[in-house]
């Protein structure tokens, strides 16, 4: 997932091992925590309870995988093109030796809804939080009523969805052109055809000359 600028997002560590001193050598690398079993994760749970927030976003982008070579981009936003929010969880990384600090976070996913289905195939799709509990899911609660049940996948109707370039993925392409959608003929990009290189002769196929010289 990315966000329309397609810029990277920090991995999330809710309870790193004790042993790293350096944040390059967490064995635990990951953008997304699973809905369904953040209760019961020992990676995610403390998180969920404690440390939850919300990642402003225009638009999102999942990819549809084609082949097993090529996938392609959607995206996805609001049919009214309002900023929406991710539901996240965070948290701040301190090493043992108190000599590093990161502040990291995790978007949150679901089962996707109908659109996301119907586009990429995915069986995935970031937790989308509706304005009216904002409120609620950033207040700390209490563990007895955590708002686990934010978090089904967001109303299709009120989503939309277009493919997009697929330099969209190449952070050194920054054009507002590779998010605006692109022709349905242009779905699967053409792929240089091979060629054959001619076989060479052998002595015996030849007309004799090579023979002669061979």
């Given at each position: ?40 994760s020992n ?16 638009s999102f ?5 084609m082949d ?147």
């Amino acid at each position: 997932m990315s966000s329309t600028s397609g810029s990277r997002i920090p991995p999330c560590h809710s309870r790193p091992g004790r042993d790293v001193t350096d944040p390059k050598k967490f064995k635990l690398d990951t953008i997304n925590a699973k809905g369904e079993t953040l209760l019961d994760s020992n990676t995610w749970r403390y998180a969920f309870l404690h440390h939850r927030c919300l990642v402003p976003v225009d638009s999102f982008i999942e990819w549809k995988r084609m082949d097993p070579k090529t996938k392609l981009p959607w995206m996805f936003a609001m049919k009214d093109d309002e900023l929406f929010a991710l539901a996240g969880i965070y948290r701040r990384w301190r090493s043992p030796d108190r000599k590093s600090e990161m502040d990291t976070f995790a978007i949150i996913t679901t089962e996707p809804n109908d659109l996301m289905a119907e586009k990429t195939g995915h069986d995935r799709m970031p937790v989308i939080i509706r304005r009216s509990d904002y409120q609620r899911w950033l207040e700390p609660g209490s563990e007895e009523q955590s708002p686990v049940d934010l978090i089904p996948p967001f109303y299709s109707d009120q989503m939309k969805a277009w493919r997009v370039d697929r330099r969209i993925n190449n952070v050194k392409i920054n054009e507002p052109s590779v998010d605006q959608p692109i022709q349905d003929d242009a779905l699967i990009p053409d792929r240089p055809k091979r060629v054959e290189k001619p076989k060479r002769k052998t002595k015996s196929e030849d007309s004799g000359q090579l023979g002669m010289f061979g």
